[in-house]
């Protein structure tokens, strides 16, 4: 229809801005600071925002403050509202408990889920435009003792392909993970647990690797970047078909490199390496605790060990940590038991790291940003036969380590010893 005279054309109804939203000041409401009796009587005066306009609050605030996570718990005697943040959970608000089932059954119907299932788990996804910027919600929803708990994953479309050399590698291990990508065809895969930043990773390998003579397909679950460069191929809701119908379809498409949102499953590990087998390089990521074992995961998940032996070339471990805040950046001479941590002898007592104090840039955390840390495997022929073997992860790390193999935790020190990070966070992420 076309728009009448004089009349500004009507938005959307999924685009969001701070403009069309009446932002709430969900602190007024929070149980921790309001008694319960004041609270029922703002609901019994209308006073009370509605479920709606808490969940569309909420949602703005998690994109306003560069969230990845908006966890909504029903806990004993209350809700409580926390935002993932750089790895960590911060708190955001305390509701009463009888707000849960209003807010869930209103992130139910965003998600098109079923409203009146609410004893097992159910997922689901939607869409909406935040200040211009497109953003996917990814849902899920369990049972628990007090409710139903929701957290929802926030995928920003419009970030940007970040390059290997923006992710805070090493000099040493940025050099080690381009040797792989020069490899012309075999199975690249980045592995860490979820959230460790595996997808922006492989974006990045995917981003060097690319050329204008080069077909680059890619099969996703949900595309998280967008590729100029490749074909994006995104599995549906219905589920009509799954990673491994897409694979077989690239694999008739003559495609160079192709990427794999996640090994999940036998058929697609196998499929995967078939791909690799037949001349491409197949980038992709998967769960795993470290480098080695992803090798045993793949191995339990049903994957040959010929066809992992055969087409397997780089492995690599990842996870985030935050680093310290520039602004309130300070030096500090450690105590005995950090230096203990480190493994530095306690002659060393005049050893200074650094820390962050906490300012208002970072929210009083003493962390702003995060930096990567990983371990790397190069597949050496003898690695190869260990493969093959199926030997002890044991024998595979001796073997890796023969050939340069260095455990994160080594990687992650030297950011603490270098002022990117403190011992803390080390210990807090790895251990």
């Known amino acids: ?11 959307p109804s999924n685009v969001v801005t701070a403009q069309n939203i009446q932002r709430i000041p969900l602190e007024q409401f929070d149980v921790k600071s309001l008694s319960r009796d004041k609270i029922r009587e703002l609901f019994r005066v209308g006073k009370l925002p509605t479920a709606d306009q808490i969940v569309e609050e909420v949602m703005l605030r998690a994109i306003t403050s560069g969230a990845n996570d908006i966890h909504f718990e029903p806990i004993e005697g209350e809700l409580q509202i926390r935002f993932g943040l750089e790895g960590a959970l911060r708190r955001i608000v305390s509701l009463t408990p009888d707000m849960n089932d209003p807010i869930i059954s209103v992130i139910k ?16 996804r939607f ?3 935040y200040g ?9 929803i369990i049972p628990v003792l007090a409710g139903e708990r929701c957290l929802i994953r926030i995928l920003r479309k419009s970030n940007q392909i970040s390059r290997l050399e923006e992710l805070g590698f090493s000099n040493e291990n940025l050099e080690r993970l381009k040797i792989l990508l020069r490899n012309p065809r075999g199975l690249f895969l980045v592995t860490g647990p979820s959230g460790s930043g595996k997808s922006t990773t492989v974006y990045a390998a995917t981003n060097y690797v690319q050329t204008p003579e080069k077909c680059i ?28 119908d897409a694979l077989r379809a690239i694999l008739r ?28 390089l197949v980038l992709s990521t998967m769960l795993a605790d470290d480098a ?10 049903g994957v040959p060990a010929y066809w992992l032996a055969s087409t397997v070339v780089g492995i690599v471990y990842q996870l985030l940590l935050r680093k310290i805040c520039p602004n309130c950046k300070e030096e500090y001479q450690l105590s005995a038991e950090e230096l203990a941590l480190l493994g530095v002898p306690m002659e060393s007592s005049d050893l200074r790291l650094f820390r962050g104090k906490g300012c208002p840039m970072c929210g009083g955390t003493g962390y702003k940003g995060r930096t990567a840390v990983c371990e790397i495997v190069t597949i050496s022929p003898t690695l190869r036969d260990l493969i093959f ?30 002022g990117v990070t403190t011992i803390q966070e080390v210990i807090r992420v790895i251990g």
Request: charged share 25%; net charge neutral; aromatic share 6%.
């Open 127 to 129: 869409s909406s435009i």
């Open 217 to 244: 397909i890619t099969v996703e679950d949900p595309v998280e970047y967008r590729l100029p460069y490749a074909s994006q191929v995104h599995l549906p809701s219905d589920k009509s078909f799954n990673f491994v």
């Open 292 to 301: 080695i074992g992803a090798i045993h995961r793949l191995f339990n998940l």
């Open 253 to 280: 498409q003559n495609p160079n490199v192709i990427l794999i949102g996640e090994i999940r499953d036998a058929e697609t590990g196998i499929v995967a390496s078939e791909a690799a087998l037949t001349g491409n």
């Open 389 to 418: 073997q199926k030997s002890s992860i044991l024998k595979m790390r001796e073997e890796a380590a023969n050939y340069g193999f260095q455990a994160i935790r080594q990687d992650a020190v030297r950011k603490a010893l270098t």
């Open 109 to 124: 119907t965003k998600a098109t889920l079923n409203q009146f299932e609410k004893k097992k788990p159910q997922e689901g």
């Open 1 to 11: 229809m076309p728009v009448p005279p004089n009349q500004p054309p009507q938005r």
């Open 132 to 140: 211009g910027d497109p953003v996917d919600f990814r849902v899920n």
